[in-house]
Nanobody
Framework: QVQLVESVGGLVQAGGSLRLSCAASGSIFRVNAMGWYRQALGKQRELVATVTSGGSTNYADSVKGRFTISRDNAKNTVYLQMNSLKPEDTAVYYC??????????????WGQGTQVTVSS
């Protein structure tokens, strides 16, 4: 089994910053792409940012220039640095990892989700 465990989110004022982390552990042969998604109340889950094992990144237009995704391959950990936060960034943030397990199956795993609330 593989687990993705996210750091605790929090409450921050508009314009503030927050850093999320997510560590993958368990029966891992390799962690491929990792990413962050979010789901605001009453809305569908949407992509925030992704990063490949080689470090290539992709961002939603709404967070470009404000959020930075990075990863530490040695620790199977992905980070999301969020700056200049806006109230519309309020959501539950989910970590995602495409993992090749020790049985060489490629499976999509999700974290449990962490609440980020930005007050105006």
């Amino acid at each position: 089994q593989v687990q993705l465990v996210e750091s605790v989110g929090g409450l921050v004022q508009a314009g503030g910053s927050l850093r999320l982390s997510c560590a993958a552990s368990g029966s891992i042969f390799r962690v491929n792409a990792m990413g962050w998604y979010r789901q605001a109340l009453g809305k569908q889950r949407e992509l925030v940012a992704t990063v490949t094992s080689g470090g290539s990144t992709n961002y939603a237009d709404s967070v470009k220039g404000r959020f930075t995704i990075s990863r530490d391959n040695a620790k199977n950990t992905v980070y999301l640095q969020m700056n200049s936060l806006k109230p519309e960034d309020t959501a539950v943030y989910y970590c995602n990892g495409v993992v090749t397990t020790t049985r060489l199956n490629q499976i999509d795993y999700w974290g449990q989700g962490t609440q980020v609330t930005v007050s105006s």
